[in-house]
Each structure stands twice: as C-alpha cells, then as structure tokens.
C-alpha cells in the first residue's frame, strides 16, 4: 500500500483529505507526505514516527543530539551525502546511523 493508504488504515487521515492532496500533487507535483503536512492534514512528526514505526525504526531529533566527530569520520562525506546518512554513535562493531529515507 502508498503512504496515504496506510495512514487511512491506521486512522490517521481521511480518504476525503487524501482524495484533496492527490489533486494537489497532481496540481503541483512533489511528495504526497510533503502535500498532507503542507495542507495541515498531518503533521510532519505524526508522518515520522508512523514511518519509522513501520521500519521498526527509531526517529532521532537531530537538534537534541551530541554526535561525536571521530563518529563522523566513519563514513566518508559523499556516502552520506548519497544515502541521506548521518553516523550518529559507534558501540563496539556496531554503527548507528540515521537516514533520511529508511
């Protein structure tokens, strides 16, 4: 299912208010989540955490974290660039990194 479906089976948006931001994204072009925020269907932070709910993800405020710079080093500056990645802390072997679009 696309995005605006899965926010009407959890009961998170109309179908009508997704049948006004198809039209819009048809007016305008873009990304229908950008659209529902935009129309104040949905705020941004419901969309976040419902998409990183289904990822089985965390959503990280970026504002409120201390990212260590030897952290930043571990993966080159193009790479995150391309994937949207940013490290944020190393444990052991393990990395974790946030993406933009998991």
Do not use: C, W, Y
Not at 3 to 24: F, S, W
Not at 27 to 56: C, K, P, W
């Amino acid at each position: 299912m696309r995005l605006g479906e899965r926010l009407i089976a959890a009961k998170l948006l109309t179908q009508a208010h997704l049948d006004l931001a198809l039209r819009e994204q048809k007016r305008r072009g873009g990304l229908i989540g950008q659209i529902l925020v935009d129309l104040g269907f949905v705020s941004a932070e419901v969309i976040s955490d419902f998409v990183a709910t289904e990822a089985e993800a965390k959503v990280v405020n970026l504002h409120r974290v201390s990212i260590d710079q030897a952290v930043l080093r571990l993966i080159p500056l193009e790479t995150a660039k391309r994937f949207r990645a940013l490290p944020l802390s190393r444990k052991d072997h393990a990395l974790t990194v946030a993406l933009a679009d998991p």
